[in-house]
């Protein structure tokens, strides 16, 4: 092999080399572009896509509260609480749940407002068992809570119990007769009591009576004058 003929296969293989190189080197900036060009793409779409909104930010608390079911007890205090609320013309959704203690947790919702009122559950065993003065126990509370929240009331303080007829006729009774039983007594006390001038004529005449009894018994035997 000539040394013409060596460098021209070394030529030729440098050229092929070279040609494939820049050929990877355009292939890579093609993809670099097609890349950077889907990116692009992308952001814009996700620019234009409306973001995802939360339903709840716009509404209150009380216009999140949905119906559930409800057991039978809470069923029983949502009965008991409505028609409280209706008579008082108060226009609010109740919804009636348990907290973890078991006790009643009334929820009346008008329009963003939300008023709670929690309810003992022994309050509600007792009514439910049948005891009337629990039951109107239970709707004076709600109606004196509602009246106070929704109308503005405020609650009158409680009176005090009125004295019974009987009691106040015996207390009299009893008091007019301990003066009069004391006034009885005394006199009784100092009649039974002498005085001390009547001890001491007492004192004298039992002295008087000793010495004439003494005198008595001496003059028999004193004798005659003769």
Do not use: C, N
């Not at 950077?36 to 716009?58: F, G, I, K």
């Not at 008579?87 to 709670?116: N, S």
């Amino acid at each position: 092999m000539t040394l013409s003929k060596f460098l021209t296969y070394w030529s030729l293989l440098f050229a092929i080399l070279t040609i494939w190189g820049f050929s990877i080197l355009v292939a890579l900036l093609t993809a670099k572009d097609e890349l950077l060009e889907a990116s692009r793409r992308r952001r814009a779409a996700a620019r234009a896509r409306p973001a995802v909104l939360d339903p709840l930010a716009t509404r209150s608390v009380a216009e999140t509260l949905t119906p559930r079911p409800m057991t039978e007890p809470e069923q029983w205090v949502l009965e008991q609480v409505t028609p409280v609320a209706e008579r008082l013309g108060i226009r609010a959704r109740t919804i009636v749940i348990r907290d973890a203690h078991g006790h009643f947790v009334v929820h009346l919702a008008q329009d963003k407002r939300l008023v709670t009122y929690r309810l003992d559950k022994a309050w509600v065993t007792d009514a439910r068992a049948g005891k009337a003065e629990q039951l109107d126990r239970i709707r004076q509370a709600v109606e004196r809570y509602l009246r106070g929240e929704f109308l503005g009331e405020t609650p009158a303080p409680a009176a005090a119990p009125a004295a019974q007829p009987g009691a106040a006729a015996a207390a009299a009774a009893s008091g007019a007769a301990q003066p009069a039983g004391g006034a009885s007594s005394a006199p009784g006390a100092a009649a039974g009591a002498p005085s001390r001038e009547e001890r001491i004529a007492a004192a004298k005449a039992k002295a008087e009576a000793i010495k004439a009894q003494r005198a008595s018994q001496e003059g028999p035997d004193k004798p005659s004058g003769g």
